[in-house]
């Protein structure tokens, strides 16, 4: 019972609360004082410069209450404001008291002053020395806004920048103070001395570079996005570098203000969806790993068209424009091919936004932009009509030759392999085959429709196992680099000895299979040439000039589309034999008609003698030549 009440009593008994003491006055006068210092140095010179102004107000009161000042000659005091100047200059300038005269009391008092002003001064060369090392250490790492308008943005940092510099520069030849901004999380300096190690002419354009995060919106804001031309978002060098590029579309996508298109890269597809829902229909975004594979098959297919397409997608010689000729409007589009001097015309783009590549030679062309290929838009504002005639009785009558089913062997594995057969099994003729050897990866095929494949593991580097393989006797090669086990050099190092046994294998031989192989940096394509390989594909340089292009003119993402993509028309080097007669002297004009009058659009032609340089694009109609039976007509066609 007792205890019963002993707990009831210490159940009922409160629990003493807590009290906290209010800060004083001192606490809030330093809080206060803190929360001044927090602005900086513009702050601290501002302290100094009241501390300074009490010191020698102070003084000069002083001093005139006490008239220990001695009298100048003219025998009259000085006033407040002519002691508060003299006291400033003693506080300021050590070496005013040596002159001084007067009573001791007056010594002691100015050098008392004096050896207060030493501190002051001492402090406030200091203070500004300071806030002028942090001045210039912002400025080192790239913090200040840009003043730039109509200006190219790159937003991230991989080994595609310097190739894409490389070509706006380029693209800028014809602008005035063109200049180009690069925001990336990297040191501002080593950004600098890379690009300036690595492009060797810019051309007039300016680069700027400052170091910021593309995901921060306060890092954005560095590059005046609102100013901007264009913006480019690259994936930067990571392991899983898409989620990167996607929050960077997000960021600019917060500023409702930006009104410049963005192109950017993905290195997964399937991330390609999420990026193009975040993105908008302000984005073009490019599917790095289709976009490659697509042409390694393509180069594959036709000897040379890794180069053609280089020349369609490089600012360098001749690219794709959109131009309205309303001359044209009642003619149809083998007119049209016609119609120019130095212009191929190559498709029509409809209002709508939709372009054809090689639309049927009936059509007409009406309101249609049309899609041409030219050395430069200057070009394109005083078109010169055709001055070459068209030779009929030169025209060949030989019949195109149908596609058999084709021996395809792929060395080496890697994310992008899966693309690519995908791609190589809608080209092939069916009855096709496919034969896999790689020493790396796990191989997962894709379900095939015209090819039927073969899977093997050996070691791709042994000269006898690639002997093995009866290469003679294939119709394609394509070489895969191990980019997703190995680093960049040591699988561009193990592709180019595998592309040297190869070479060997094949030798000097007539009618062996077309070689094409992939790179990954752009320095190891001279090592490649060595091995006489028939086209290297840089996948970071294609990419570099598709976003470089892309971003001048966002409505070439249709024309890429229709190039790339096997059910639109596609790039193909076939014998001029069955354009032109040969050993017959003709026209290009007359290459033109031949191949229109078979529902193709001529683009050039190879003279195969010449090697990689007899490679033409886009030459004028009235250029005549003499056709052997080795030489190629480069067109588009549908199949």
Known sequence: MRRRTTQSIAASTPTPRRTTRAPGRGARLRYWFDGTMAHGTPALVAWLALVTL???????????????????????RPGFFGQLFTTLMHALDPGTVAGDTGSWFFLVAMLVLTIAGLFIVSALIGVI?????????????????????????????????????????????????????????????????????KVDDLRGTRVVVRSGSPLDLGDLRLASLREARSIIVLSPDDA???????????????????????????????????????GGDRSIVLDKQETVARLLVQSARQSGAAAVYTELFDFDGDEIYF?????????????AVLAYEDVSVIGLATSDG?????????????????????????????????????????????????????????????????????????????????????????PVLPPLTNLTATVEKVRTLDRATLAGLSIIDLDQVIVLCYSDD????????????????????????????????????????????????????????????????????????????DLLDADGAEVYLRPAGGYVQVG???????????????????????????????????????RTFTITEDDLVIVLADD
């Open 54 to 76: 009490v010191l020698i107000t102070a003084f000069s009161l002083f001093l005139l209450v006490t008239q220990w000042a001695p009298a100048p000659e003219e025998g009259e």
């Open 129 to 197: 020395a300071a806030g002028i090392d942090n001045r210039l250490a912002d400025l080192r790492r790239g913090r200040s806004l840009v003043v730039e308008r109509d200006h190219t943005v790159i937003l991230g940092w991989s080994d595609t920048v310097f190739a894409m510099l490389r070509e706006l520069s380029i693209a800028n030849e014809s602008r005035k103070r063109p200049a180009v901004v690069v925001l990336a999380d990297r040191d501002k300096v080593e950004m600098e001395e890379e690009i300036r190690d």
């Open 240 to 278: 899983d570098p898409d989620p990167g590029v996607i929050k960077t579309l997000l960021a600019l996508n917060h500023d409702t203000e930006i009104t410049a298109p963005v192109v950017a890269e993905i290195r997964d597809p399937e991330n390609l969806e999420a990026a193009r829902l975040v």
């Open 323 to 335: 131009h309205l000729d309303p001359r044209l409007a009642g003619a149809t589009y083998s007119e």
């Open 354 to 442: 939709r372009v054809r590549l090689n639309p049927p030679s009936d059509t007409s062309v009406g309101d249609a932009e049309l899609v041409v290929v030219a050395s430069d838009d200057s070009v394109l504002t005083s078109t010169t009509a055709r001055k070459g005639d068209v030779d009929a009785t030169a025209v060949s009558t030989a019949s195109v030759v149908v596609e058999r089913p084709s021996q395809i062997l792929v060395l080496g594995w890697n994310s992008r392999a899966t693309t690519v057969l995908r791609e190589l099994d809608q080209y092939s003729a069916p009855g096709s085959s496919l034969q896999i050897v790689t020493e790396l990866g796990d």
């Open 486 to 561: 190995l680093d960049v050099q040591h699988a561009d190092a193990r592709t180019l000895v595998t592309l040297l046994h190869l070479r060997e294998i094949v030798g000097g031989r007539t009618g062996g299979p077309t070689v094409v192989s992939e790179m990954l940096d752009d320095r190891n394509r001279a090592l490649a040439q060595v091995a006489q390989v028939d086209d290297v594909i840089v996948s970071d340089e294609i990419i570099s000039l598709m976003l470089s292009q892309l971003s001048e003119n966002v409505r070439l993402a249709a024309v890429f589309e």
């Open 584 to 622: 017959v002297r003709a026209t290009y004009a007359t290459v033109v008609a031949a191949a229109a009058a078979r529902g193709e659009t001529a683009l050039g032609y190879r003279i195969t003698a010449d090697g990689p340089a007899g490679i033409v694009v886009n030459p004028a109609k009235s």
